[in-house]
């Protein structure tokens, strides 16, 4: 999906908690109302400037660099994840939280590649991550960068709180999505379907809340059934 906008502050990481949501069993729910949501705020916009940093301009792609970004941090909170490469340097990667079965696996899952971005036409560098007027910018922040940022928070606050999960919730970054997806869903499909087996639903991009610009009320929910 090709966009250019800047990602607006607002708390993208409660849509991510709220997709997880769906995987929790019965009593979850007070465990999330005892979240920091201030604090996994601050810390979804501190991840996300760090991720746009990353340059995943596709091509080359070179998503291995972005895949490792997730592994180091997931592994400060003690989940295990696994990179996948198709080829040098084109690497999509999965980490997962185990629930007890009895629903299907949720599957959060966003494309770490970027379109190439021309800095010549943009109004603050495409790689800084920089943050003005109570927006984070750079490319990806919306497609779809800010995604998997909202993805991984929630997979970190639902271990931080051990949540209990009636099913697993997988976080899955993949490579390539604007050149073909070949490298990235494709192959993953092709070569490690058995991940995703028990997968009742997969959350991507899409859809999107459309704000008014002077009061920031939604004017509409745009929902994307597929993509
Ligand atoms: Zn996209």
Redesign the pocket.
């Known amino acids: 999906?090709r966009r250019r906008r800047a990602a607006p502050i607002a708390s993208a990481v409660l849509v991510g908690l709220l997709w997880a949501g769906c995987a929790a069993r019965e009593g979850a729910s007070a465990r999330a109302g005892a979240l920091d949501w201030s604090s996994l705020g601050d810390e979804a916009v501190d991840v996300l400037t760090r991720y746009l940093r990353i340059d995943t301009s596709n091509p080359p792609g070179n998503e291995r660099s972005a895949a490792e970004f997730f592994a180091k941090l997931f592994a400060r909170d003690g989940i295990e994840s696994r990179i996948y490469e198709a080829a040098p340097g084109r690497a999509s990667i999965v980490a997962r939280l185990s629930g007890d079965g009895s629903k299907p696996a949720v599957v959060l899952m966003h494309?770490m590649d970027v379109v190439p971005a021309d800095a010549r036409f943009w109004h603050a560098d495409p790689f800084g991550g920089e943050i003005r007027d109570g927006a984070v910018w750079g490319r990806g922040a919306v497609?779809?960068k800010g995604m998997g940022v909202a993805s991984a928070i929630a997979l970190l606050a639902l271990a931080r709180a051990r949540a209990p999960l009636a099913s697993d919730v997988i976080f899955l970054g993949v490579a390539d999505?604007?050149d073909g997806g070949a490298l990235g869903a494709g192959f993953m499909v092709a070569q490690h379907f058995e991940l995703f087996a028990k997968a009742g639903v997969v959350l991507n991009?899409g859809g999107y809340i459309a704000t008014d610009a002077e009061t920031g009320a939604a004017r509409y929910y745009a929902v994307e059934t597929a993509q």
Request: charged share 70%; proline share 0%; hydrophobic share 15%.
């Open positions: 999906m494309h497609d779809d999505e604007e991009e």
